[in-house]
């Protein structure tokens, strides 16, 4: 049985590792000879800002560089299985096979046809192995941001319906032979996550299928991970709800002390589309302190590359940086003690963009997974090449509004 790798100790690991500490520590010398030559001439020499902005990339790329190691290290192998789910039995081998006899030839005897939701004949597909679905769902957690941080459930129907309560069950003070008045009931909300249909069509060529030594499974679950990762991570972020999850920057998004429930709170960064002139961090502080306090012991920043550069810039009351490196592969760089997640899907520093979001995620944002991978072999529709229709269904949207903030690029 194959088992998820330890990376923290493998050479490639400490070279990245050691590659994004020094790279930092260069950056804090040129940051910092920057800041001195602002501080003296109210500007920076051109040169100057060019060597901040090459060290910075540098930054980036050792970033990247750990980020990839970190993450392949994470991915499972096909084989790998759940602690505590047992080995195979023979059905298991059994379905395997005939499934595997599907992908090379087209043969479909002892596979179960799901219908699709049309009435055309090319819409049906056969249900993947237990142990394929296991993979890619897994690899798809190593690979999508969203579902590192959030939390993801697998249910049975195509809507997932969760009642909330948006206020608590009133309580009171009484005296012991006091009478006890009825108090309010809670107030519950239904919270409704349906699942859309995300789709893949990998390519093989029959040669491929054919050679002994190729895991069919494996290399299925390798070719849809990518794609379905980059599907999910935009709607997670960005998606209208509309055939898709419904991302947490879709929802309203008004001021922190207007914030309702079914809204996302903002705090603004005090300039338009760009952070404030003087203190920027203390518009970050106020972003970490607009969730209430028991959101912010598992809260972390999420914003995209460009943002994780510009906020690499800024020091602390005491002349610290805000933003440090990860002291161990395995674990992510952090923006005022608090963990960072990438996410390229995120805004760009602009007017009125909400670049910046912070908040416990977990408890914030919910990923539905419906149970059940389909797989539909075409090997008409590209000639000579043979296409495989994957299709898995997966919704989202957040569940609890109190958890996770924004930072709006906006004066007010």
Do not use: C
């Amino acid at each position: 049985m194959k088992e998820t790798k330890t990376v923290s100790g493998t050479p490639e690991a400490r070279a990245a590792m050691h590659e994004m500490m020094a790279a930092f520590e260069a950056f804090k010398g040129a940051n910092d000879a920057r800041l001195d030559e602002i501080e003296r001439k109210s500007s920076a020499d051109v040169l100057l800002e060019e060597k901040v902005a090459r060290i910075d990339q540098a930054v980036a790329s050792a970033q990247a560089r750990l980020d990839r190691v970190v993450s392949e290290g994470r991915r499972p192998g096909l084989a790998a299985a759940p602690s505590g789910v047992p080995a195979q039995g023979r059905d298991d081998k059994e379905t395997k096979a005939a499934f595997d006899g599907y992908l090379k030839t087209g043969q479909s005897f002892g596979l179960e046809l799901k219908a699709g939701l049309s009435t055309a004949s090319n819409s049906a597909g056969y249900v993947v192995p237990e142990q394929t679905e296991r993979a890619i769902e897994r690899r798809l957690m190593a690979g999508s941001p969203m579902r590192e941080i959030a939390t993801v459930r697998t249910v049975g129907a195509g809507v997932f319906r969760k009642p909330v309560s948006t206020a608590g069950v009133a309580s009171g003070w009484v005296a012991e032979t006091a009478a006890r008045p009825e108090t309010d009931p809670a107030t519950l909300a239904l919270l409704e996550f349906p699942s859309a249909d995300l789709y893949a069509n990998p390519a093989a060529t029959q040669s491929l299928l054919d050679d002994a030594l190729i895991d069919l499974d494996e290399w299925l679950a390798a070719e849809v991970e990518d794609a379905f990762a980059a599907q999910e991570t935009q709607a997670f972020v960005n998606g209208d709800g509309v055939n898709k999850p419904k991302g947490f920057l879709s929802y309203d998004i008004v001021a922190e002390a207007d914030h309702e429930w079914g809204e996302i709170g903002y705090v603004a960064s005090g300039a338009a589309g760009a952070f404030a002139a003087e203190d920027p961090t203390d518009r970050l502080i106020d972003l970490v302190y607009a969730p209430k306090a028991q959101y912010r012991p598992n809260g972390r920043f999420v914003m995209n590359r460009k943002t994780v550069s510009a906020v690499r810039k800024f020091k602390d009351a005491d002349g610290n940086y805000i933003w440090q490196p990860a002291q161990r592969a395995g674990e992510t760089a952090s923006l005022l003690g608090y963990r960072v997640t990438e996410i390229e899907t995120m805004p760009d520093i602009a007017a009125n963009s909400a670049a910046i979001a912070f908040g416990d995620f977990q408890r914030g944002y919910l990923i539905v997974d419906r149970a059940g991978v389909r797989v539909l072999r075409d090997p008409y529709s590209a000639k000579p090449y043979v296409l495989f229709y994957t299709t898995k269904r997966v919704g989202g949207g957040v569940q609890n509004f109190d958890a996770i903030k924004v930072m709006k690029f906006s004066a007010t």
